[in-house]
Structures are given as structure tokens and as C-alpha cells.
């Protein structure tokens, strides 16, 4: 398992990432994704929308899935939650291990225990998942009874309590109210309230603040930040947002057309990235206090069902040459806390 | 770090660029036959096989219907009483014959001639007219469009059936005050249909770019909005083509449609009915083509309905 | 300031919308005031950045310019005409001077129609464009903004974001407008591809010197194309300076929190957050309507209406409309 040190330099496909740096040692990571391929049969062809995505997530963790659109960064995660439509879509191969248990091949039945208690998952509306015609109250409590084994007055208490934990002022108030009644960074608050109401030990949270004003998206994060802390619960944050990443994560994995490209700790990525696609990504962002032409990537990201014969960013990228276009290059380690997934590192 | 599995070390430089080249081409190419919107379209109506049958079916029905004459093996009101109320199979009358002896295949291929044309144009006309209706009422939803929309509002609280036969009963029987009548029944549901179709779209960033470009209403209810409430018409009109092609039978049934002898499904369905112990066929015949036709309006409806989809599509 | 420079001026510019009870005897219910009071002025090749967060009126107002909606008070003049009082030729005059880019590149392009007739549209209804010269003028527009010229007779539903972007980009452009409204038009996209189209939006005002209404919710690319910069936070604009003045020494309590909500990438762990949320524009707060989620908030700040002034020590054109704006 993922229990060997990757030696650096050494191909570690199919296998688990290494460790952030100053973790102790070899617990067990809490997530384990190996080899992931998730494909969509459609009329123009198979859409590998995942096609080979490894990363680990240790318990308390926070790991940053960073990725523009059709990277596979949701598609991942709605593999792991067992909620990729069949079909189209199909998981080809690869393993889910949450806590060392495989979670592909589940039943509906044993997925839905596993979505409810072990993991949960937040998304960018709240709207969507949150039940228009239903009080806050009666969404909470249907969730506290279905996964925790207590009575119906200490499900108010609980949920109660938990809104107090998301800093609702006056919960007792707000167990009455309908979702539309809310503002967008109450709804996610609420979210946030009933997903921790279940003591999950992992906390999907897919891009929780994009829809959110600057303001409210720095109050949603730090709690996230807060709760992490507090019910010791790693999170698995998808964003395209390196503002977010920087706030809250100890770990990225940048993600690119189905593949993971880069992982390491946030201050390595950020300070140091080593990937062609990182390092674009990176300077590509506008900032405050810069003015001038942006270092724009050219180009688009590839079409799924046309993908490149070697480095899915080749045809993008500025250090490419012609040996980029016959393999994908492997993800390898290359130092104690980063992967790299780029013909440069394999002869380097 | 010398791994021997990185294979490019192994690999002709050109070998990369050869690569890279067919990428480029297979790119170009996907991006040439871009899927066109009708392909995308046909595509999709290929694979509904119900739906394919059911546009095959229609087609061998109005083929027949046009060439009546060529097609139909008798005269439709030539009658040989020696053969009244034979049944299937009967030899020279596959469908068998009537109570006044005449050859029921004939008169179901001529019959189409009058139930078709009676069910469909009022479809059309009524689309027609709904459109204009719905596109100002969806368009212009303070004023005018409250103003149409309660209009209609009256007429949807009437039961459909009741209101055309009242209609027909006021009007007179005959075919064209049957049209009539379906015609009024059919605008407010019709046009329901357009005015929710266009308020959705007078929604959208597009309408207000074409304002900016300084296009004037007319122009945008033309050029922008009826492009885009078409599908949803053409779905909805499909489907009530078959509801019609049964009500207006129902119509002729009841008397207030089309007077005998003339061959129509509804009459034929009722004139079977006082010989229906003895001889069944003679309105089965004309009912279970009825049934067809409606049922393959229907899912050809429904499977236009999932064509046009470009969510269903992907 | 002299008005005749100025390409566009606002002059107290304000909106509110009823909120009807429903039923067949609507009544006004409330009243949601979307902009209230907004004065402002763009010179000829000049970019004004209108920043704020949802609800805050700067939509609201780039629509009100465009004259897609009409406000409920207020001057908008157009190279000293007002706006308002346009017939119907004088509206066509408006509709080539001043051009809006969108901010949904999915929805602001019909689906129906190839891109070159989307493209073709404005011109058609100009009336000066027509067989070869319409095309060639699409064609030079497709190669203006970046696009394959080839590429004339496809759908929008087989572009990219990016792609369609650059689409309404050059539709804002076909009739050579002096002033464009630019609408969150890279807030759709991806970060790879918003550094592209912001510097399109850079290269097209130098060649051909245009001024944009630029409105964002987003600090970081106000910077790169504004020379100057208004902050609205519910209807009101409470802070207006140079692009540099704002960013560096901004004066308003609420333009620091922003700013420091923006940057916070860069300082991880605990700092002062702003608290609460923007309260509803129904029900708007007395006197200062920041002062809700105000650190600095006293007595003085929820009885008076701050109004929007040059501090004296600054630098001239910078105006912040606080009782106790922060020092420089």
C-alpha cells in the first residue's frame, strides 16, 4: 500500500502519494484514490473526463484540488460520493479506498450509509441541495435521524447546536426558516451545519465559495478552517480559486484534462511550482498592485474526446518539444512533498 | 533517476512530431464536422427506434392517403350487398366489408382523406395563430400580455370536448365548423405553450445584446425569439395532431362532424356500432387505425421532444 | 471638472424597482432601491472600473447607460445629449457610440445563429452594411478579436468560453462605438483564459481608443484596464479615485475590507474580517449604509448620509463618501 516512500525519481503510478511534509509517520491515509478512470460513453466518443487520477487525503488534512473546467477535479469527487450517473458515465478502473475499504462496487444501499455519515460533501449553491419547499428545521432533523441513532427532540438539539457552531446568530430562530429566506452565505452556512451534524470524517467540499461575494467567501473559508480544526475532519476542497487554496489547504493537487499534474504543499506550489502547466497557471493570474499585459496561456484546454497522443499540455506549453507528444509522461516524485507529472522530470 | 521506462529517450524526435501532426488533423477534422445543430438532431431521432417507426408509419399513411385512388382496390361507396358484413379475409377485401357491402380498406384509405386534413389543419392554423398570440403575450407581459393570457384563461376553464361541441352544436354539423370548433379549443393550450417558451427566453443576456445592437421588437421577436420557441412548438403540435386526429373522429362519431356517406374513421367507427355483436370488425377497423395514428403522433412527439434536447443530447 | 471633455457623464443617477404583491389586484408592496444617487464621468479612451459586490447597483447602472433600463431619476448624457430624450434615429446614433459586452458568454449569444450573423446583426440594422462589404466587415472583426476567420459559419455551442467571449467582443465592436460597457466580461471564464481576454480588451482600447465601463466584482482584474476606480456598495458609489490612489491608499472603510477580502490570499491564518452581509436593498440602513458591518460606526454615522468629497489632504479626485474616512 501506500506505506512505501516513493524513492525519488521513481514512477509511482498506481500507487499513493507521499506524505506532507511534516506529517507523522505512517498512519493510514483516510482517502485513497488510485488510478481513477472515469469515462462518459457519448455520441462523439468515450470522454475520459478522469483518466488515471491518483492522490491521498490523511485524516485532518486539507488537500486543494485545483483545476479549470473539464479538468476532472468534479468528476473525481462525484466518483468518490458513488453519485456519477450510469450511465453515461462509468468508472473504467481504479480504486476508492476510504479508511482502506474499496468503495467502487458498493451498492446503492451501502453508498448512500457511507454519503451520509463518513463522507459529506457541500456544493457551490447550497440552493441545489437545499429542499425549497422545506424548513431548515425539517431538512436537519430528517438528516440527524436517518444517520444518527437519537430521538427527535435531541435531533433539534443537535442541529441547534450545530448551527450555533457555523456562527448563526439566534439558530433557534433560524430552524424555522425556508432556504430562500436565507442569504447565499447563511445557506452555506446551514449546508456546512447539517454536513457536520453527521461527525463526517472527510468533508467534500466543491467550489464552496465561488458563488459567494469576496466579503462572505473569506467568512465561509475561515470557518471551514475552524470546523476542520475542531471535529478533527480532513477536507478535500475542489476550487479553481488559488486565492481559496492559499487559505485554507496544506496540500495541492493541480489537475489537468483527467489527470493530476502537480501535487505538493501549498507554500511549494506556490513558491516553487515545478510543472510548465502550474507555473502558467500561476502567472496567468492577474494581482493587485501588478498592471500590464497578464501572461495568458494560449490556447484552449483539450477536447476530452480528442486527447493528445503524449503530455496532455503540450499543445499549450511553452517548454514543449517534440519528445511531449508520444507518452504521457508519468507522475513521479521528485522530493519528499511533491509529485510531477512532466518529461523534464524524468530526465532531469 | 536513469529509469529505463521513460521511453522517450528511445524515440525518433520526428516520431513526436509525427504524433503531434496527426493530433492536429484528427482536431481540425472533429472541428470541420461539427456537429451542425440538425445532425446533432437527426442523430439523436435515429437512435429513438419508436420514434423512427412512428415517423415511417405516418409517412406510408399520408402516401397512401395522397395516391387514394391508385392505392384503394374499390370505389369507396360502391357497394355489393351479396358480401354486407363479411369479415377478414374475405376474397378481393382483406379488411372485409360493411353493412352496406363496401370494401373497408377502400374506404379507410379514402376515409383518411377526410380524417386527416380535419384533425391536422386545425393543428396548424391554431399553431399559427398561437404563435403570434403567445410570442406578444410572452413578450410583452405587462399590458397586452396580461391582457391575452386571461382572455385565454377563460376559455382553458371550459372542458375541451364540451366547448367544441357546444361550438359544432351551434354552429351546425360539417366539416368546416368542426375545424372551427377544434381550432378555438386548441389556441389557450397552444398558446400556453409559446408564451412559456418565450417568456424564458425574452430572459436571456441575448435579447438584451440585440437591443443594444439597436434592434427594434419586431425585429427580436423574429430574428432571436421564434427560432427558439419553434421546438417547443413543433413537439407540442406533433402530440396534439394524434389527441386530434381521435377528437375529431369523436366529433363525426357523435354526428357533428361529417355527414354520411361520406367516408370518414369517426362515421365508419359509428356506423359499425348498431352491427358491432355480429360483425365487430366493422368498427374495429377504423378504431384501431385511429389508435395507431394517434399513438405514432405521439411518440413521434415525444422522441422530437428528446431530439431537440440538447441536454438529452450530450 | 469641465463636462465637455467627458465622453459619458451620470449625474445622480438612481433606480429603484416596485415589489408587487401578487394576485389580480397587485399592489406595490416595497420598493428595491438598486442605485441610488450615482454620479460619475468617463473621457474619450479613458477606463472607469465600477466594483462592487452583488446587489450593490453596478449592473444596474451599466444597463441604465446602455439604456436597457430606464432610470427612475437622474441624467445620463452622452457627449452632452441626454440619453432619455433620444427618438428613435438619434437612439440609432447611441446604439454605434456606446456597445455592452456581456457577462454570461453562454446565454448572450443566440443559439440559433452562426456566429457570423451574430456577429453581422448590428450591422444589418445600421443599414450601412450590406453583401460585401458586411462581409468583409465580419471577417476583419473575427481577426480583430482573435478568431479564426474560417470558423465564420459554426454554432456558438461549438466555442469555448473564452471563444464566445471574444464572439460578443467583437459584436461590441462592428460598429467602431467610442464607449464600451463591459459587464463581468471575464468572471465566466478561466482563469487561463481571463488573462487572455483581459489582454484583448488592453490591446483593443490602444488600437482603437476606446473607453469602457468596466464593472467587476472582482479587485483583481478591476487594476489591470482602470485608470480610475468607483466603489458602489448598495447603490451608492462610497469611494472614487485614481486606479493607483484607490489600491494603494484607499480611503473608505468598506474599500480596505474589500481589498484586504482580495488579498487575504497572501496572509494566511486569522485577520479582521469584514463581518455580516450586505443588508437588503429593501430595507436599506439610515444615515451610512455601511455602517452595519462599519468597525468605525458611531452615533454620527447612522443619523447623517455621508456625501461623496474630496478629503482635503489627498490627492484632487479622490473622493470617499465617509464620515471618518482613513488616513492616507
Known sequence: MAAIHAREGTPIEGDGLSRPAGATAPSRPLLQIEDLRTYFDTDRGIIKAVDGVSYEINPGEVLAVVGESGSGKSVTAMSIMGLVQSPPGRIASGAIRLAGEDLIGKSERE??????????????????????????????????????DVGGAEARDIAIEMLARV???????????????????????????????????????????????????????????????????????ITHDFGVVQRIADRVAVMYAGRVMETASVRSIVETPRHPYTRALLSSRPRIGERGRLRAIPGTPPNLANPLPGCPFANRCAEVDDSCWIDVPRLRAVGPDRQVRCIREDSA | MAETTVTASQ?????????????????????????????????????????????????????MTIFAPVVAPYDPYEADPALRLQGFGTEGHIL???????????????????????????????????????LIAGFYRRGIGEFIMRVLDVFYAFPTVMLAIAIAGILGPGMPNV??????????????????????????????????????????????????????????????????????????????????????????????????????HVSAVPGVMLLLVALAFNLLGDGLRDALDPRLRQ | MSGDTSLLEVRDLAKSFPIRTGGV??????????????????????????????????????????????????????????????????????????????????????????????????????????????????????????????????????????????????????????????????????????????????????????????????????????????????????????????????????????????????????????????????????GCRFRTRCRKAVGQCTAEIPALGETSETAPGHRVACHFPEDA
Open chain 1, 111 to 148: 453508498m448512500l450509509a457511507i454519503r451520509g455519515s463518513r463522507i459529506a460533501m457541500i456544493f457551490q449553491d447550497p440552493m441545489t441541495s437545499l429542499d425549497p419547499v422545506f424548513t431548515i428545521e425539517s431538512q436537519m432533523a430528517e438528516a440527524i435521524l436517518q444517520h444518527r
Open chain 1, 167 to 237: 456562527h448563526i446568530p439566534d439558530p433557534a430562530r433560524r430552524l424555522g426558516a425556508y432556504p430562500f429566506e436565507l442569504s447565499g452565505g447563511l445557506r452555506q452556512r446551514v449546508m456546512i451545519a447539517m454536513q457536520l451534524a453527521l461527525r463526517p470524517s472527510l468533508l467534500i467540499a466543491d467550489e464552496p465559495t465561488t458563488a459567494l461575494d469576496v466579503t462572505v467567501q473569506a467568512q465561509i473559508l475561515s470557518l471551514l478552517k475552524e470546523v476542520q480544526a475542531e471535529f478533527n475532519m480532513a477536507i478535500l476542497l
Open chain 2, 11 to 63: 524515440s525518433e524526435p520526428s516520431n513526436g512530431l509525427v504524433r503531434r501532426r496527426e493530433w492536429e488533423a484528427r482536431e481540425a477534422q472533429a472541428v470541420r464536422q461539427a456537429e451542425s445543430s440538425l445532425r446533432l438532431f437527426w442523430i439523436a431521432l435515429q437512435r429513438d427506434k419508436l420514434a423512427m417507426a412512428s415517423a415511417l408509419f405516418l409517412t406510408v399513411v399520408v402516401i
Open chain 2, 96 to 134: 372485409g366489408l360493411d353493412g352496406q357491402g363496401r370494401d373497408i380498406l377502400s374506404r379507410l384509405i379514402y376515409g383518411a382523406r377526410v380524417s386527416l386534413p380535419i384533425a391536422l389543419a386545425p393543428v396548424i392554423v391554431a399553431t399559427a395563430i398561437s404563435l403570434l398570440l403567445g
Open chain 2, 179 to 280: 375545424m372551427l370548433s377544434i381550432i378555438v379549443v386548441l389556441i389557450p393550450f397552444i398558446t400556453r405553450v409559446v408564451y412559456t417558451a418565450t417568456m424564458t427566453i425574452a430572459e436571456e443576456e441575448f435579447i438584451q445584446a440585440a437591443r443594444a445592437c439597436g434592434a427594434s421588437d419586431l425585429r427580436i421577436i423574429l430574428h432571436d425569439v421564434l427560432p427558439n420557441v419553434l421546438s417547443p412548438v413543433i413537439v407540442y403540435g406533433t402530440t396534439t395532431m394524434g389527441l386530434q386526429t381521435v377528437f375529431a373522429a369523436g366529433l363525426s362519431f357523435l354526428g357533428l362532424g361529417v355527414q354520411p356517406p361520406i367516408a370518414d374513421w369517426g362515421i365508419m367507427t359509428a356506423e359499425g356500432r348498431s352491427v358491432l355483436g355480429i360483425a365487430p
Open chain 3, 25 to 286: 389586484f397587485s399592489r406595490e408592496a416595497a420598493r428595491l432601491t438598486a442605485v441610488d444617487g450615482v454620479s460619475f464621468s468617463i473621457r474619450a479612451g479613458e477606463t472607469l472600473g465600477l466594483v462592487g459586490e452583488s446587489g450593490c447597483g453596478k449592473s444596474t447602472t451599466g444597463k441604465m447607460v446602455m439604456r436597457l433600463i430606464d432610470p427612475t431619476s437622474g441624467i445620463i448624457r452622452y457627449q452632452g445629449q441626454d440619453i432619455q430624450t433620444l427618438k428613435y434615429q438619434e437612439l440609432r446614433w447611441l446604439r454605434q457610440e456606446v456597445q455592452m459586452v456581456f457577462q454570461d458568454p453562454y446565454s448572450s449569444l443566440n443559439p440559433r445563429r452562426t456566429i457570423a450573423e451574430i456577429i453581422a446583426y448590428p450591422l444589418e440594422i445600421s443599414g450601412k452594411y450590406r453583401g460585401k462589404t458586411l462581409r468583409d466587415r465580419v471577417l476583419e472583426l473575427l481577426e480583430q478579436v482573435g478568431m479564426d476567420p474560417n470558423h465564420a459559419n459554426r454554432y456558438p455551442h461549438q466555442f469555448s468560453g473564452g471563444q464566445r467571449q471574444r464572439i460578443g467582443i467583437a459584436r461590441a465592436l462592428a460598429l467602431s462605438p467610442k464607449l464600451i460597457v463591459l459587464d463581468e466580461p471575464v468572471s465566466a471564464l478561466d482563469l487561463s483564459i481571463q488573462a487572455q481576454i483581459i489582454n484583448l480588451l488592453q490591446d483593443l482600447q490602444r488600437d482603437l481608443g476606446l473607453a469602457y465601463l468596466f464593472i467587476s466584482h472582482d479587485l483583481n482584474v478591476v487594476e489591470y484596464l482602470s485608470d480610475r476606480v468607483a466603489v458602489m456598495y448598495l447603490g451608492k458609489i462610497v469611494e472614487l479615485a485614481n486606479s493607483d490612489d484607490l489600491f494603494q491608499q484607499p480611503q473608505h472603510p468598506y474599500t480596505r475590507d474589500l481589498l484586504s477580502a482580495a488579498l487575504s490570499e497572501r496572509v494566511r491564518g486569522e485577520q479582521a474580517l469584514l463581518q455580516g452581509e450586505i443588508p437588503s436593498p429593501i430595507r436599506i440602513p439610515s
